[in-house]
């Protein structure tokens, strides 16, 4: 099977994806962790750390629920495609569908 040409936006997303999984989420993820103990360290902490250690934690959190998301999205499309293609009713298309 012949596999189609991806377009410039397409390969684009693509880069910024794998830049975001491979550079962007373990060092947003070390730098969560080591944010959550400065947090909890006993001591005086102002309330811009709680403003930073948030924005960290969303930077991780929003991209992998948009994936497992996305995982789930297709998961159930296949689903719906596979319980149609094994169904055994009869392809009847509209008067509009037939050429």
Same mark, same amino acid.
């Given at each position: 099977?012949?596999?189609?040409?991806?377009?410039?936006?397409?390969?684009?997303?693509?880069?910024?994806k794998l830049a975001y999984g491979l550079v962007a989420l373990p060092c947003l993820l070390i730098l969560g962790l080591l944010s959550l103990f400065a947090i909890s360290a006993p001591g005086k902490t102002g309330s811009d750390i709680y403003i930073i250690v948030g924005?960290?934690?969303?930077? /991780?959190?929003?991209? /992998?629920?948009?994936?497992?998301?996305?995982v789930l999205k297709k998961r159930r499309l296949l689903k719906i495609i596979t319980n149609?293609?094994?169904?055994?009713?009869?392809?009847?298309?509209?008067?509009?569908?037939?050429?």
């Open positions: 099977m012949a596999q189609r040409l991806k377009t410039g936006k397409e390969f684009t997303f693509f880069l910024i924005t960290i934690w969303m930077g /991780v959190i929003i991209p /992998v629920a948009v994936f497992f998301f996305h149609d293609i094994k169904s055994s009713d009869f392809f009847m298309p509209e008067q509009g569908y037939e050429m």
